[in-house]
């Protein structure tokens, strides 16, 4: 039985998500953040030395990071390539492109958004108003103009199909989900970019997104 390591509101939804895709069964192991720290418990750390979600059991085999465990999912059991572009095709291409630049580029900037926003907010008293305009001064500088560089090459690349790897939906779009899914709860008014909030409809529609929420549970990004 595959079990996934899940964490509330986390990049692991995504690896529900494929499972449901694929019509696999899996146990779902729930996990969830400290409400004041929003970290993950320590418990965690008994799967991986990193303390982090997702992780995935199947059988004598364990994965870390999701994108890892896509791959593993798709060598493993996408033997029809229903969810893949063929390798070494133009679409297999971008979807290895799409797959890695989920966490390689799109994130950090997101990550650096949500540091530096409550970076004021855990400030002493004292010396709050210098954090705050220290915060300001990289975000306005820095952090949203690398947001909006990725929002607009997002939108752009949306157009052609409403997809990341070609014409049909693939697990690239899993991956992309959640990089565009936190994006437009903190960093992009999605009114600017219809692509990527036609995207997000279109995916949050799908059956396999939704059961996959049922057994993740609460996620802040539906």
């Known amino acids: 039985m595959i079990v996934v390591h899940h964490l509330n509101n986390s990049r692991s939804q ?18 969830e953040r400290n409400p004041a720290t929003m970290l ?8 991986h030395p990193l303390g982090k979600s ?10 870390a990071e999701t ?5 593993y999912l798709l060598d493993a059991y996408d033997l029809e390539g229903r969810l893949r572009p063929a390798r070494g095709t133009a ?24 540091v530096f926003s409550q970076l004021p907010k855990r400030a002493p008293g004292l010396v709050r108003p210098l954090v705050n305009g220290v915060a300001a ?7 949203d103009p690398q947001l909006k560089t990725h929002a607009d090459w997002q939108e752009k690349e949306l157009a052609a199909t409403g997809w990341f790897a070609g014409p049909d939906f693939s697990a690239a779009d899993i991956m992309m989900s ?21 995207f997000l409809q279109t995916i949050h529609a799908r059956p396999a997104w939704k059961r996959a929420l049922e057994r993740g549970g609460d996620y802040a990004y539906a």
């Open 67 to 71: 994108g890892a465990i896509i791959e």
């Open 14 to 31: 995504r690896v529900l998500w494929l499972l449901e895709e694929l019509g696999l069964p899996y146990e779902v192991r729930r996990y």
């Open 91 to 114: 679409y297999g291409r971008r979807f290895t492109y799409w797959l890695h630049y989920a966490e390689g580029s799109a994130m950090p900037p997101l990550l650096l958004k949500l």
């Open 40 to 47: 993950a418990p320590p418990e965690l750390k008994a799967v």
């Open 137 to 143: 001064k990289a975000q306005a500088g820095f952090i």
């Open 178 to 198: 959640f990089p565009l899914e936190a994006a437009a709860s903190r960093a992009v008014d999605l009114a600017a970019y219809p692509n990527i909030a036609r």
């Open 54 to 63: 997702p992780a995935l059991d199947d059988g004598e085999v364990r994965v």
